[in-house]
């Protein structure tokens, strides 16, 4: 019988929230604005002032590609599903569509101002939806390319500005956040307004955000405080307009910090705000909102934060300051205790006095029956070529009724990039 992970995390996982801050990430003095993860946390997508784009191997902490993908500033990026392709935004106007393998791009799409977000459906990999500077949000379908504008006549809408948006978890519904404070709802599908909630406040929405696991939505507003809905209590408000008092408020009540960006962790037990004028991390917990830990950069003024994200299976932060990615963890102790009961660290070394028969392929001194238990006679096959599918995703996060892809070099998930190794003398 399979068992969830999100059980084994919740009940095994122990502590789950990064501690300390490990180290940086080499861009080759690249000055970096904008990082995503793909789905698995194998990969990292870090875009640059410049143009470029760097993808960086989670796991070596190298980068294995990098490509010119604009002429200004990268300002979004988004990884595909199945994690063969990335969407780059920037503030040229362009939103561009790339194989990560190859570098290549697949789809350019031109919008009439600065690009402020772009995502990929969660479920759809032919699908985004781009919201630029002064416009209604589109979803865009790359093949054939298609269009069409996310927005309603709604009276009550005349007045707003859209100002972020996001796909659900499911990618069912565009979730979108007003300069007057209002959420607004349409489905994906047939593009209908389902519902507009006004906030308790008329300022501005800055992100909204949707976790991979539970279902619900994060506010960050103007007025400097982070709020929780309930995307089902939210979508039963329908069209009237009606005000809906969040699930849970967040805010810093000393410094009165505006939150730059925010992100949710990997299980959803834990809410992460990021300060904007300086490098500086809030954690709560989730289940009663307390305030667990405050993460400060090198700096303790001046640090300019730009992004933050937490990676989907694993208790690491990523942070974009003045240009740099800095990598937040848990704090590493050893405990020697853990290898066995009768373990002792030993000051210097000592010669192992051997017992007898402790390294023999087989126990002369056992009897014939015990040999005989222990030899079943069969050799177990292990298959070191073929690849298997991705047992350890988030359950909840892979679609109904359907076994998880098994990759090949063309199709399934991407859950590493190849690297050819650099041979001094190929002869």
């Known amino acids: 019988q399979m068992i ?6 919740k009940n095994f996982g122990g502590e789950r929230c990064p501690e300390e801050l490990e180290d940086t990430l080499d861009l080759q003095s690249a000055n970096v604005n904008c990082c995503r993860f793909n789905r698995w946390g194998t990969l990292v ?20 590609k990098q490509f010119s993908a604009h002429v200004a500033p990268v300002s979004t990026l988004s990884w595909s599903r199945d ?13 561009v569509v790339w194989s990560v393998l190859t570098g290549q791009s697949i789809c350019r799409l031109k919008f009439p101002g600065a690009i402020l977000s772009g995502q990929f459906n969660p479920r759809d990999d032919n699908q985004l939806l781009v ?51 209002r959420i607004v709802i349409y489905d994906v ?63 810093d009540i000393v410094n009165k910090a505006a939150w730059k960006s925010v992100c949710c962790s990997y299980d959803g037990e834990y809410i992460c705000g990021a300060s904007t004028k300086s490098h500086a991390l809030y954690i709560w917990e989730r289940t009663n909102g307390s305030l ?18 937490w990676h989907p299976t694993r208790s690491v932060i990523l942070s974009v300051a003045n240009g740099i990615v800095s990598v937040w963890t848990q704090a590493h102790v050893e405990n020697w205790s853990a290898f066995a009961p009768e373990f002792t660290e030993l000051e210097e070394n000592a010669k192992y006095a051997e017992k007898e028969g402790e390294f023999d392929v087989e126990d002369e001194d056992a009897s014939e029956e015990e040999k005989d238990d222990d030899d079943d006679g069969e050799d177990v096959e292990i298959d070191v070529v073929n690849l298997k599918a991705d047992e350890m995703g988030c359950s909840s996060d892979e679609e109904d009724n359907r076994l998880p892809t098994v990759p090949t070099a063309t199709t399934g998930p991407l859950w590493f990039i190849p690297v050819t190794p650099e041979i001094e003398n190929p002869e």
Do not use: M
């Open 189 to 251: 599908e047939t593009q209908q307004l389902l519902s507009i909630v006004k906030q308790n406040s008329a300022q501005q929405i800055r992100n909204i955000v949707a976790p991979r696991r539970g279902c619900f939505i994060l506010t960050n507003s103007q007025d400097r405080v982070i709020r929780r809905y309930d995307l089902d209590e939210l979508i039963k408000v329908g069209t009237r307009g009606n005000t809906i008092e969040p699930v849970q408020k967040l805010s």
């Open 292 to 309: 667990i830990k405050i993460l400060h950069g090198t700096k303790s003024q001046g640090e300019a934060l730009s992004d933050v994200q």
């Open 131 to 181: 919201l630029s500077n002064g416009q209604h949000p589109t979803l865009e379908w790359i093949k054939p390319q298609e269009s069409k504008v996310v927005a309603s006549s709604n009276p009550l809408l005349q007045e707003d500005n859209v100002s972020c948006t996001a796909y659900d978890r499911r990618g069912k519904y565009v979730l979108t956040g007003t300069s007057k404070g």
């Open 45 to 64: 997508a870090v875009g640059a002032t410049d143009g470029r784009v760097f993808i960086i191997d989670f796991l070596t902490r190298g980068v294995v």
């Open 83 to 95: 994690g063969r392709s990335l969407l780059t935004g920037s503030v040229d106007l362009t939103c």
């Open 4 to 9: 969830s992970s999100e059980l084994l995390d």
